[in-house]
């Protein structure tokens, strides 16, 4: 048995690549093994968030390079497969090399020393009437002296083309929506820090944007209850295919799908812009 109550935006912008793959992951929640690459990501974001618990003048690249390691010890005492992930000494230098070079790419888009950030690896979460829950993490907010809000998300790949960025796009735009319900502030500024291209994107979003991303949440949504009432999770073909750990469950590839878990709790979502949540 399963429930469908909240959406966060990888699981919505997973549906929209493929409800199977959204069924898989968010109903009968099948394990997928950990990633090397995902890994690096996670360590990278750990360390760029441990950088700001020091002082300002502290902030520096060498300063920053000695919490590698130490924080690669952390996570795969926490987690153990990440043993086999790195198994060899080899595989662990390697690791912490692309990790020091996405953190020195880091200090070429900004000056740590001069923010002093308001959140870290923020959860936010707010429920929508009908009962679907929006929820996050946020990987920094700042706030500028005059209480202007940015909000940061660091990507520690390459900066994608305008025609396949709407992924990370759409992300922003949903915590923008959610901190919007939370607060009443129109956020000044959403940035991605692509860091493995040394690129920053930057997203002034305006008041019809969020009421416009509100309406893309409750459409993928209703498409989503949809799916679940009918029991027809479509697959949906793609070059990403070839990446997707659920291929040999997927039918579109010519592989049987297990039975889709009963759906004991579905969530709806009001067709009309909710009030402010304060």
């Not at 509100?214 to 009918?230: K, L």
Request: aromatic letters at 10%.
């Amino acid at each position: 048995m399963a429930e469908l109550i909240a959406l966060s935006p990888s699981r919505a912008n997973d549906f929209v690549s493929c409800p199977l793959k959204f069924r898989f992951r968010s109903v009968d929640k099948i394990p997928e093994p950990p990633s090397a690459v995902a890994f690096k990501g996670t360590l990278v974001h750990a360390v760029l968030e441990q950088l700001f618990d020091v002082s300002s003048h502290e902030r520096t690249l060498d300063h920053a390079t000695t919490l590698i390691e130490p924080t690669y010890a952390s996570l795969a005492q926490k987690n153990s497969d990440v043993a086999d992930l790195f198994p060899e000494q080899s595989d662990r230098d390697r690791l912490f090399a692309e990790s020091q070079a996405l953190v020195r790419a880091y200090f070429t888009l900004e000056l740590p020393e001069n923010l002093e950030p308001d959140a870290r690896e923020k959860f936010v979460q707010t429920e929508l009437p009908g009962g679907l829950k929006l929820r996050g993490f946020i990987d920094r907010v700042d706030r500028a002296p005059g209480g202007e809000v940015r909000l940061v998300d660091y990507k520690t790949g390459k900066a994608p083309k305008p025609q396949y960025s709407g992924d990370a796009d759409f992300q922003m735009r949903f915590y923008a929506l959610v901190h919007y319900l939370l607060t009443g502030e129109t956020v000044h500024t959403l940035q991605l820090m692509y860091l493995g291209s040394g690129h920053v994107k930057e997203l002034q979003p305006t008041m019809q944007d969020i009421q416009r991303t509100f309406f893309q949440v409750a459409d993928v949504w209703n498409d989503i209850t949809g799916c679940a009432e009918s029991g027809n999770w479509r697959p949906k073909k793609s070059p990403l295919c070839n990446w997707c750990y659920f291929k040999n469950l997927c039918p579109a590839w010519g592989n049987e799908a297990p039975e889709a878990p009963e759906i004991t709790n579905l969530a709806e979502v009001e067709p009309d812009f909710p009030k402010i949540q304060r």
